[in-house]
């Protein structure tokens, strides 16, 4: 069984700051990509930021500039800094994490319980 479980999450004024760490545990041979995605009330869940590598991020057009993906792969833990909160950013959000559980098997993808962002104006 793998686990990923969120913090950070809360209430910021807008332009404020907020730190989010994601933390992978349980039977794991290998996280490949991680990441967030956030879903808003009555929107679809979209892409915030992933990173495969300390070379390889991607992130949603509406946060680039403003906050970023950095990982710590021996703890198996994704953090998301945001800074230069916006209203808009106000939203759940989710870690993602494709995880290898044993050598030579495909990877399974994995979703955390989600944490709330919330932004005020």
Same mark, same amino acid.
Do not use: H
């Given at each position: @069984?793998? @686990? ?34 956030? @879903?808003?009330?009555? /929107? @679809? ?18 946060? /680039? ?9 021996? /703890? ?9 909160? /916006?209203?808009?950013? =106000? ?23 989600? =944490? ?6």
């Amino acid at each position: @069984q793998v @686990q990923l479980v969120e913090s950070g999450g809360g209430l910021v004024q807008a332009g404020g700051s907020l730190r989010l760490s994601c933390a992978a545990s349980g039977n794991i041979f290998r996280s490949n990509t991680m990441g967030w995605y956030r @879903q808003a009330p009555g /929107k @679809q869940r979209e892409l915030v930021a992933t990173m495969a590598s300390a070379v390889s991020t991607n992130y949603g057009d509406s946060v /680039k500039g403003r906050f970023t993906i950095s990982r710590d792969n021996a /703890k198996n833990t994704v953090y998301l800094q945001m800074n230069s909160l /916006k209203p808009e950013d =106000t939203a759940v959000y989710y870690c993602n994490a494709d995880i290898v559980v044993y050598s030579g098997s495909n990877f399974y993808v994995y979703w955390g319980q989600g =944490t709330q962002v919330t932004v005020s104006s």
